[in-house]
């Protein structure tokens, strides 16, 4: 009998490929013109995008890659990278035959082109996909799983295949996240009576929510369940959305005005992280970590700390490889 060859695809959102105009502006449109991150009428929304978004985006968007590009390249993909090699020397140090790809939603390695290749080329015919977003969201993990459809459908041979949808409520995902923090705390010490913790997460205009996104009520389960883990008092953390793009209301309490607000409130220290995010990337380092910084800062706040997302960190292989394995 023939051994079943079992794969696992991790997914992230993507990045473009240097960080230029050039560059930015393919990355851009095809990101944007997924009408699952953007549902507006798709011919209005064509026009906007071509004639006023993408060239004037494009160029200050490169400039923001440029500040936290690595010498690899960019986070995402670099970070994406190095998890998915942990995660296969991990499963081969446990002699277990199962082969970790890693692909982009958006730009490349293409989420279509690595999936095919898997099976058509390679020859695996078990293939276990996990979008690297703990929340499910349309936006997101939807929006994978339309190009795993797409995929399929051009496969006149398909392989059997999973999709993991989220994991927002595993424990040790709350616990990983915990543990990053204490990290922390062990370095700068931990939370005064006017230090708060912030968890951003990244936002969504409160509409998609409205028509039955579950994606508000996940972030919440988990900022809860990272709280609890953490075993501190509510009122010491704060949670918050980043991100916004555009004039409609998104979900509330936009990032900014909270940091303005605890700042206005006397609140001295603000640790930071991003709990949505599974690896760095431009939200997190320069959004979060530099310009959510310089607005706490000139607000009359003391102290800034930016906690790292888990990236390929030994606490995020085991998780990783823990969600997977009950799949292989």
């Excluded at 499963?91 to 058509?120: N, T």
Aim: charged share 25%; aromatic share 8%; with cysteine.
């Amino acid at each position: 009998m023939n051994k079943t060859k079992t794969a696992v695809l991790l997914i992230n959102l993507g990045s473009p490929s240097a960080p230029t105009a050039q560059a930015v502006r393919p990355y851009l449109r095809q990101f944007l013109s997924d009408r699952r991150v953007v549902e507006v009428n798709p011919i209005l929304w064509n026009l906007i995008l071509r004639l006023a978004i993408l060239p004037f985006r494009s160029p200050v968007s490169a400039k923001r890659y440029e500040s936290v590009w690595l010498p690899e390249g960019s986070p995402l993909i670099v970070y994406t990278e190095r998890l998915a090699k942990k995660l296969q020397k991990a499963f081969d140090e446990e002699g277990r035959a199962v082969k970790v790809a890693f692909a982009m939603r958006y730009g490349e390695p293409d989420q279509d082109r690595i999936f095919r290749e898997l099976h058509e080329k390679e020859g695996f015919d078990n293939i276990v996909v996990l979008p690297l977003y703990p929340q499910y969201s349309a936006t997101t993990t939807a929006s994978v799983a339309d190009i795993l459809g797409a995929s399929l459908a051009k496969m006149r041979s398909q392989p059997h295949w999973h999709l993991i949808r989220d994991y927002h409520d595993n424990p040790e995902y709350a616990r990983a996240i915990a543990a990053s923090i204490k990290a922390h705390w062990k370095t700068k010490g931990e939370l005064g009576e006017k230090d708060r913790l912030v968890l951003s997460f990244h936002g969504m205009p409160k509409r998609y929510c409205d028509l039955g996104d579950p994606y508000d009520r996940q972030v919440r389960k988990s900022a809860q369940m990272i709280i609890d883990e953490l075993g501190i008092a509510p009122e010491e953390a704060v949670i918050a959305y980043q991100s916004r793009f555009g004039k409609e209301e998104w979900l509330q309490p936009y990032l900014t005005p909270q940091l303005e607000r605890l700042a206005a409130e006397g609140v001295e220290r603000v640790d930071i992280l991003c709990p949505g995010f599974s690896i760095d990337c431009l939200e997190t380092l320069e959004e979060v970590s530099d310009e959510a910084r310089q607005t706490f800062l000139s607000k009359g706040g003391k102290e800034y700390n930016y906690i790292e997302c888990l990236n390929d960190s030994s606490d995020a292989v085991s998780l990783i490889k823990n969600l997977v394995s009950k799949h292989l």
